[in-house]
C-alpha cells in the first residue's frame, strides 16, 4: 500500500487519486472553515471554483437555507455573508444551512480530485478522527493520497507540515507502506515544528499574511489539534460529516 504526498493540484493526474482514498489539506483557512462549520452543525459545505459559480447557485436555493461564505485575498467578498474565517462559521450563523464557499485555493483542490475513491478534508482540527479513518482504510488494502492545496499555485509549509503530520499517524508502525519522496518530505517538515503549530504557522508565508491582515485569532483557531473532531466527506459535490446519516 502507499501513502502518497501530492503539492499543488495544478500537476495532479487522473491516475494520482483514481480509486484511492483522498485528503485534501488547506489548513490556513479553508479546510479548518469547513470542519469548524459542519462541527457547528452546518447542513452541508458546497465547494466553488469562483465567486460567481457560488451566487448562481444561491439564486436557486430558499433564501435563509444558505450562507454565501468564501474569500479574495483572504477578506469577505462583496455581498457575501462570510469570509473564510474558522472564527465566523459559528453555531448560530451556520446551523442547519448549506454553506456555500468559494475561496482561492482550498475549494479548487476539492474539485479537482475527481476520480477518488473517497475524499476527506483534512486539518488539525479534526487531526484524530480523520487520521483513524484514513489508517482503517489504509489497513483495508486502500492508497492513500494527501493532497496540499498549496498557496497560489505555490508550495505552502503549513500544508505540508500538516500532512506529514497525517503520514505519521496513518503509517505509523504498519509494515510494508511506501511513502513517496514528497511524504517523507512532509514527515521531516513536521518533525521540525512538532507541536510548536503558531511557530510553523508564523513562519509560513500564508500564515504571516494571514496575522498581517488582522486574522491572527484564525492562526490560533488552526492550531488548535482535534478541536472539531468531525470526519468531512466530499461526496456527490458537497461536503458532509460522516456520522449516522454518512456512514462508510
Ligand atoms: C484558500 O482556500 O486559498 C485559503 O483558505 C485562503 C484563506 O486563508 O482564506
Not at 452546518?42 to 466553488?48: D, E, I, L
Not at 462583496?78 to 442547519?96: I, Q
Not at 475527481?114 to 489497513?139: K, P, W
Request: proline share 2%.
Amino acid at each position: 500500500m502507499r501513502v502518497d504526498v501530492l503539492y499543488g493540484v495544478q500537476q495532479l493526474t487522473p491516475q494520482d487519486v483514481q480509486g484511492r482514498v483522498v485528503a485534501v489539506v488547506d489548513v490556513l483557512r479553508a479546510s479548518t472553515t469547513i470542519a469548524v462549520a459542519l462541527a457547528n452543525g452546518a447542513k452541508s459545505v458546497v465547494p466553488f471554483d469562483s465567486s460567481e459559480d457560488a451566487i448562481m447557485r444561491s439564486k436557486q436555493m430558499e433564501r435563509g437555507s444558505f450562507r454565501l461564505a468564501g474569500e479574495r485575498r483572504m477578506l469577505k467578498m462583496e455581498g457575501f455573508d462570510l469570509g473564510n474565517s474558522p472564527l465566523e462559521h459559528t453555531r448560530d450563523v451556520v446551523e442547519g444551512t448549506s454553506v456555500l464557499l468559494a475561496t482561492t485555493n482550498g475549494t479548487k483542490a476539492l474539485l479537482a480530485v475527481q476520480g477518488a475513491r473517497d475524499v476527506v478534508v483534512a486539518s488539525y482540527v479534526n487531526l484524530t478522527g480523520v487520521s483513524t479513518m484514513l489508517r482503517s482504510a489504509l489497513r483495508g488494502g486502500a492508497d492513500i493520497a494527501i493532497v496540499c492545496a498549496g498557496q497560489e499555485r505555490q508550495f505552502a509549509l503549513e500544508d505540508a507540515a500538516c500532512a506529514g503530520r497525517y503520514v505519521h499517524n496513518i503509517s505509523r508502525r504498519l509494515a510494508d507502506i511506501e511513502l513517496n519522496d514528497a511524504a517523507l518530505a512532509a514527515s521531516l517538515i513536521d518533525r521540525k515544528y512538532g507541536d510548536n503549530l503558531m511557530r510553523l504557522f508564523t513562519t509560513a508565508a500564508h500564515g504571516r499574511a494571514l496575522a498581517a491582515a488582522g486574522f491572527e485569532g484564525d492562526l490560533t483557531a488552526c492550531a488548535a489539534v482535534d478541536s472539531f473532531p468531525v470526519i468531512p466527506i466530499y461526496q456527490d459535490r458537497m461536503i458532509t460529516k460522516l456520522g449516522p446519516e454518512r456512514e462508510r
